[in-house]
């Protein structure tokens, strides 16, 4: 099955993030998870967005190499297509997208591009994307990663070696199957986290397995379309797939 391929391929992502973070001294760290969720965060803003612009220009979705006609737009015919996203898709530069990025990985001081790219993704999607606490301050979408290597002489290879795994695949299949893949990241990251014990850096959470029997025990009939919501616990479920962490959900 297609999702299950997805699937896989999200946990050897994950998976191949965590080998970069543990060559890097942050192994099972806790800033490990940001990390990580971050630079998938930046993956899925980046595969959406690859997606929606398919979507809108036919020329680009036809192309041999997507993204040299995009790199080929005029500077005002790229601003219409940007201003023809959904509401709900993140808007990004042509220099926000991880193939220019990687691209440009042998530039000095590729740690602060790497840095610089994912802050200005984040202050271009202010708007959109604007979290607050209840006390109004507010959350950035984006950490500076950098900044958790202590050595400042490996922060360039430790970027460079986070961009690496994200060209490899595109996860722009799962938009068309509504495939929810933060659920799988959250769920296959945490178990490093928790132990019997509780663990350092733990985090409770109802696993997907009794909340789909729970799910089945509420819905009757046809549950394929039905979803819950459960501010308490920060996740909702339908009785096939899990949801994403809700961000929603009251602080």
């Avoid at 019997?196 to 046809?222: C, F, Q, R, W």
């Amino acid at each position: 099955m297609v999702t299950i391929d997805f699937k896989q391929k999200t946990q050897q992502l994950i998976d191949n993030l965590k080998s970069v973070c543990a060559q890097y001294g942050l192994g099972n760290d806790g800033n490990e998870f940001k990390i990580i969720v971050q630079t998938f965060l930046y993956k899925f803003l980046n595969d959406k967005f690859t997606h929606e612009i398919k979507k809108i220009d036919e020329n680009i979705a036809r192309a041999e190499n997507w993204e040299e006609a995009l790199q080929n737009l005029s500077d005002e015919d790229y601003e219409i297509l940007i201003f023809s996203l959904p509401p709900n898709t993140a808007k990004l530069k042509r220099e926000h997208l991880i193939s220019y990025l990687y691209n440009n990985q042998n530039r000095e001081e590729f740690a602060k591009l790497f840095d610089d790219t994912l802050r200005d993704i984040a202050i271009y999607n202010n708007d959109i994307f604007s979290v607050k606490t209840a006390g109004g301050a507010q959350v950035k979408l984006f950490d500076e990663l950098s900044n958790f290597i202590t050595d400042a002489s490996e922060r360039d290879n430790f970027c460079r070696a986070l961009v690496n795994p994200l060209v490899n695949f595109s996860f722009e299949g799962i938009f068309k199957q509504k495939y929810d893949f933060f659920a799988n990241i959250f769920e296959y990251l945490i178990k490093d986290y928790n132990s019997d014990s509780g663990g350092k850096y733990a985090e409770y959470y109802t696993p997907h397995a009794v909340a789909k029997i729970m799910a089945e025990i509420l819905v009757h009939g046809n549950p394929s379309n039905v979803s819950g919501y459960d501010p308490g616990s920060g996740f909702g479920h339908t009785a096939d797939e899990p949801r994403p962490p809700d961000w929603r959900r009251p602080l």
